[in-house]
């Protein structure tokens, strides 16, 4: 027989697929292999067909077309191959600390630009309020407020924000991505008790986060909806993203492309450009618009 299914788990080849039957291991069928692959065939997320025969491994036999992914470029050298860390979510949360670790903001705004260009609505969290305190955390990711991007405060410590998060996850298919050591599994122990995510610790010698996650999976939620735990990640690289369509990535700059003189401005060093005139006049963030220029030209951090 064939069941539909959501794939929850993916390893070493072995997906775990949610069906109204029940929950079954299965392989991908040889067919679907062929040819040179430039992308991850299954993920977590997708919706699949699997074949159930007695005495027989499941397989799946195939794989609905995604709506939008979360992808990064394969981290090997020169790598030309489509990592897909969840498919089909209904939102990201970008989970980024106050402190400890200090906050990317490059590294956030990457992953914003990722998410536009896949439209995935985002979200951004900030994490550990209690170790600065809810007006210097304002004072971080105040700006993205004003971008359009909603901006939830949190603190595991102080038990803030966990029935906000709650109910933001509620019902959907959710990805969590930020630097290690932000507090992810933390906060989502916090928001149902008993998840028993894996918790890394900050290194003490290096500030950065360990990477606690050796699968990329989705977890149940109580009420409904999956959350999904994807590998410490260092960096979300830009996919299939050309240096001259960055401009229309950033919700705030966009709006200003047709206003500068010369068609094709890279809001660089050209003249007239209102992109640099919005910047000098405080209408966008100036460290967004570094973000962008650094982005524009190359560097990434």
């Known amino acids: 027989m064939q069941l539909s299914g959501l794939v929850l788990r993916s390893q070493s080849g072995f997906y775990a697929v949610e069906t109204a039957q029940g929950e079954y291991l299965a392989r991908l069928r040889g067919r679907l292999k062929k040819g ?101 955390a304002q004072e971080i990711f105040g700006h993205y407020a004003e971008i359009g991007y909603p901006v939830h405060y949190s603190s595991v410590a102080d038990d803030l924000g966990i029935e906000e998060l709650r109910s933001l996850l509620l019902g959907k298919i959710s990805v969590l991505a930020g630097p290690s ?13 008993g998840l028993d995510l894996r918790v890394g610790d900050v290194q003490q010698s290096s500030g950065k986060g360990k990477h606690t996650t050796a ?32 401009d229309g990535y950033f919700p705030e700059i966009k709006p200003l492309i047709h206003g500068c003189h010369y068609r094709g401005c890279r809001h660089l060093e050209e003249p007239d450009c209102a992109v640099k005139a919005a910047v000098d006049e405080g209408k966008v963030h100036p460290e967004r618009y570094e973000s962008y220029r650094a982005l524009r030209l190359g560097d990434s951090e």
């Not at 020169?78 to 970008?94: C, K, R």
């Not at 260009?117 to 007006?135: F, N, Y």
Request: glycine share 8%; aromatic share 4%; charged share 25%.
């Open 36 to 136: 040179r692959p430039t992308g991850d065939i299954v993920a977590i997320g997708d919706r699949v067909e699997i074949s159930i025969e007695e005495g027989a491994e499941p397989m799946i036999e195939s794989v609905a077309p995604r709506s939008r992914a979360l992808v990064r470029r394969d981290p090997r050298p020169n790598g030309e191959y489509e990592q897909v860390l969840i498919a089909n979510p209904d939102q990201a949360l970008f989970i980024f600390a106050c402190a400890d670790p200090a906050p990317r903001l490059r590294m956030l705004d990457r992953f914003l630009i990722i998410a536009e260009a896949q439209e995935i609505p985002a979200h951004i969290v900030a994490s550990k309020v209690d170790l600065v305190g809810m007006q210097q």
């Open 181 to 193: 050591g932000t507090g992810k599994s933390s906060l989502m122990n916090a928001v149902q008790p």
């Open 215 to 246: 699968e990329r999976l989705m977890y149940k939620l109580v009420g409904g909806g999956y959350v999904a735990d994807t590998p410490g990640i260092k960096a979300l690289a830009l996919w299939d993203i050309q240096p001259e369509e960055l």
